[in-house]
């Protein structure tokens, strides 16, 4: 039985946790009815939670982390895949409760896998990622909800990391006028090139503010939450939305009641990791049809599966720009 490199994480005990590049068989995957030969994964935030142990996402020991994928089949019992299709896989509890995208192969169930669009290579695929793809999913919760270019302007928050990068290209493609907020001034020219209207630094947003505050967007994106997020609804128009799914700053909403009540302001909570087949298939429509080959380059950097449990560190020390792709093998 031919063996893979993987990288592993176990229980140390008082000591906490290891992570370490191993090396495993195929008798080592977890129950599915599809095996993936794994060419691309990504780091996300979560992943550098989880190969960092900042936070308790991990629940089955030991466990391959990367909660994400892109490969090609190499078996499958299941009636929608065969050998050799191209797959994606987001989320579904990979790198949490189940052996993830960190190893040259994983075995999973079919349902949580989707085809990879003609359209994008295993590396594009994943430069996107689930950063990416979660960055679609707010974008057409915010256009569902009526949103507009006409509406005015959009703010997306932690602007230079993936899902902020992703979301200020699409929006920036459908015409809307994009306002990022981050913490790096040095980033001003790579946000505008994203397509960045106006950059404003994200103190304005980070500390305690008032319940209502002046109208200055239709809508946002949120992965920051916390004071951040309660902000962003205090400034948003009448009858705007934001779109909040992530927590860097944290997972309080030290908000009040006045932007829903007295401005009919939605918060539009956003799940990648269960979301429906059909959902996840329209959001990569979405990507590939307003995500061009050079706006992914310009926003991912790549790295050998050697440099994954380092580079888990830098992501959460806020020193990853964009998309960080793994080439597994």
Request: net charge negative.
């Amino acid at each position: 039985m031919s063996g893979f490199r993987a990288i592993l994480i176990s229980r140390e005990g008082e000591k906490g946790q290891k992570a370490e590049l191993t090396t495993l068989t195929d008798a080592d995957l977890m129950d599915g009815d599809v095996t993936v030969r794994v060419t691309h994964s990504t780091l996300n935030y979560k992943d550098g939670l989880v190969l960092t142990g900042k936070a308790p996402i991990v629940r089955r020991w030991p466990l391959i982390p990367g909660i994400d994928f892109a490969g090609e089949v190499e078996a499958s019992g299941n009636p929608d895949f065969k050998t050799g299709d191209r797959v994606i896989l987001n989320g579904w509890g990979v790198g949490e409760t189940h052996h993830g995208g960190f190893a040259g192969k994983a075995r999973v169930k079919g349902d949580w896998l989707i085809h990879c669009p003609d359209a994008l290579s295993n590396a594009e695929a994943m430069a996107i990622g689930t950063a990416g793809y979660t960055a679609a999913l707010c974008v057409l919760a915010v256009t569902d909800h009526g949103t507009t270019p006409q509406s005015g302007p959009v703010v997306v928050t932690g602007a230079a990391g993936g899902v902020g990068s992703t979301a200020i290209v699409l929006l920036a493609k459908l015409g809307f006028h994009v306002i990022a907020s981050t913490g790096r001034a040095s980033e001003a020219d790579y946000l505008g090139a994203l397509g960045a209207d106006e950059i404003i630094d994200r103190s304005e947003l980070s500390e305690p503010g008032r319940p209502l505050g002046k109208e200055r967007w239709a809508a946002g994106v949120d992965s920051v939450g916390s004071h951040t997020l309660a902000n962003l609804l205090a400034q948003t128009k009448y009858g705007g939305c934001v779109a909040a799914c992530g927590l860097a700053q944290g997972m309080d909403l030290p908000a009040s009641v006045a932007p829903f009540i007295l401005r009919g302001v939605s918060l539009l909570g956003i799940d990648s990791v269960m979301a429906p087949k059909a959902k996840r298939i329209r959001a990569y429509d979405l990507l590939t049809a307003n995500l061009d080959k050079a706006a992914i380059a310009t926003m991912t950097t790549t790295i050998p599966l050697d440099d994954v449990i380092a580079a888990g560190a830098d992501i959460i020390a806020g020193k990853v720009r964009g998309r960080i792709v793994v080439e597994v093998s």
